[in-house]
């Protein structure tokens, strides 16, 4: 694996039967890169993204997350990886400091657990929540909540799936900020989503149609692709009415 890359994949496949899920895709994502990836319904995304996190044993071709082989040493790369989802787990009738610490306690965090506590609750803002409950905080609050849950055992990689899905256009965009500043500190992000104005955001993407991989590069790169007067909107459009 080239030490500036913190994912590689070589020729990823995935088949279900006669189902090609995934069909030969390759793309590197360098450490500290926000790297979408994009797609329809069924176009390969989640399959893609949970071999990636070492769910999924590949049919073919090869990747590495964080120095680790998906196929060989699933478990190192679950060790190295966070991943947070538009669904994911926070329990409703603790408060945000007792989410985290139960999330520090799954992570196997011990002496270092008060520190990240108090690092997750000043990087992502949370001072506000005060002692509400998470069943109580708005779509924003509860999506940096689980940000913070999923970074407290300082994953190298971070898989955000849809993560602001159904939060309104202020939180989104503190939530890029934070993002942003993560990034520019070395965590590398993959990111999926259906808002392509944030997929404008990303250094890098890959747009996936029927498990094959049918751009990949710059959001400017991957506009060139498909015309020079093409939008990444107008891009998933029509990749959209390919897969109906």
């Known amino acids: 694996m080239n030490a500036a890359h913190a994912v590689e994949a070589r020729g990823l496949a995935k088949h279900f039967g006669a189902l090609k899920a995934v069909d030969g895709v390759t793309f590197d994502i ?42 060989t040493h699933p478990d190192r790369v679950k060790s190295a990886i966070g991943y947070m989802s538009q669904a994911f787990g926070l329990y409703g009738d603790l408060t945000a400091e007792e989410n985290l610490r139960f ?9 270092d657990l008060g520190a990240r506590i108090a690092w997750a609750e000043d990087r992502m803002k949370l001072a506000e929540l005060g002692g509400r409950l998470s069943a109580q905080l708005s779509g924003g609050q509860r999506q940096r909540l689980a940000l913070g849950c999923s970074l407290l055992h300082r994953p190298q990689v971070l898989f955000l799936d849809e993560p602001t899905a159904g ?15 993560l990034a520019d500190e070395g965590t590398t992000i993959i990111v999926t989503t ?22 990949y590069g710059t959001p400017t790169e991957v506009k060139r692709t498909f015309g020079e007067n093409m939008t990444l909107e107008d891009i998933f459009v029509q990749l959209q009415g390919s897969e109906a």
């Open 30 to 71: 360098a450490a500290g890169e926000i790297f979408g990836i994009l797609g329809p319904n069924g176009s390969g995304k989640t399959t893609t993204i949970r071999m990636l996190c070492g769910l999924l044993t590949p049919t073919a071709g090869t990747a590495t997350v964080a120095g680790s082989d998906v196929t």
């Open 103 to 111: 999330y520090g306690g799954v992570y196997g965090l011990d002496r």
């Open 167 to 181: 939060v309104d256009p202020a939180a989104r965009r503190l939530f890029w900020t934070i993002i942003r500043g």
């Open 194 to 215: 259906h808002y392509m104005d944030e997929a404008e955001r990303f250094d890098r993407l890959a747009f996936l149609s029927r498990g094959t991989l049918t751009a």
